[in-house]
């Protein structure tokens, strides 16, 4: 298709939804923008009149996810009330972002590497973990979280439960779960144990 | 080093660890004959002395995981009792499979592709996969296993938290978890649940 041919098509928005498919597709890494250029089927120009290059795509695509992580730590249920149940619904919270901004996220959680922006956006993950550690140290000092794990232990298995859900969950899939049921499942495993 | 020089102090378990960390890092694809020579200090004809070629050090290295953690599910604890104790038996086991051998499943768990041995490394860890779902399903039909948390999910939410280890686990680091303690955790946070 010639190069005008769609290039009004593309917004910002639908470019940065091409980029990032490419980018877990590929790795950052492995992503040229003749990649780009052919998976969004417009020219390398096209897509330079909408970003400075693919450093800005990713920053972009991380921005979104991270936005929506740290937008769950300023929710009135994420501030307010014991530790334990501010952890709760901040694990609620954060598998719904997940699974609500599924690529996004996804590409947060492989982002390894050494350009600023990588760096930055592991820097902004590790924070975010961070800060859900420190409620769960601080849930582990009101006697609200079982005394026999280890809370940074906790804070990785935590983690590694909800992060696995991007793994496997797909939105469209016939017969799948809903976001919500998937943040449920989490909440009850993570909280309550299998076991009846 | 000349070819010479090296070439006897490999043995085929050796070479195995080396290659292992290589496929790791670059991924089964991206790995040549080359790489692995280059790594393992030893000239490439030295390597065909061991082995066919990177398909036969894949099988074997996969084979170690599989083995491990089939393995397990023979072991009595895993035979004998109630679902929901064989469950939590073969969690806590696998747990320890993955930080005893945990380049070899970390390996595993990474392994997508096209090979022969790709496939069928996948297609036996779909088995084993299913073997479990099968124990939490028959857990749940005991009503040992909460209600309202879909056993298909709990499924994979159990593996999600037990893989993850493979993330962040590293046997030599200081003041680090045993396998042990880890396998402790993840068996107290997927059954009893993090709340006191």
């Avoid at 409620?135 to 590694?160: E, H």
Wanted: net charge neutral.
């Amino acid at each position: 298709m010639a190069d005008g041919g769609k290039r009004d098509t593309y917004t910002p928005e639908s470019l940065l939804a091409v980029a990032v498919e490419v980018f877990i597709e590929r790795g950052y890494d492995g992503t040229s923008m003749e990649h780009l250029s052919k998976a969004a089927g417009i020219s390398k120009s096209s897509i330079y009149h909408h970003v400075r290059g693919k450093e800005e795509l990713l920053h972009r695509a991380v921005s979104r996810a991270l936005d929506g992580l740290f937008g769950v730590l300023e929710e009135p249920g994420a501030c307010e009330g014991r530790a334990v149940d501010r952890l709760e619904y901040v694990t609620r919270r954060s598998t719904e972002v997940l699974t609500a901004d599924l690529p996004y996220v996804t590409l947060l959680l492989r982002v390894r590497g050494n350009t600023a922006t990588e760096r930055w956006a592991m820097e902004r993950r590790r924070e975010f973990d961070q800060r859900v550690a420190e409620l769960l140290k601080q849930a582990a000092a009101d006697g609200d979280i079982r005394a026999d794990v280890d809370p940074k232990l906790a804070t990785r298995l935590l983690f590694g439960m909800i992060n696995s859900v991007a793994e496997w969950y797909r939105p469209q899939a016939r017969g799948g779960h809903h976001g919500a049921e998937v943040a449920d499942a989490v909440v009850r495993m993570a909280f309550a144990g299998l076991r009846t």
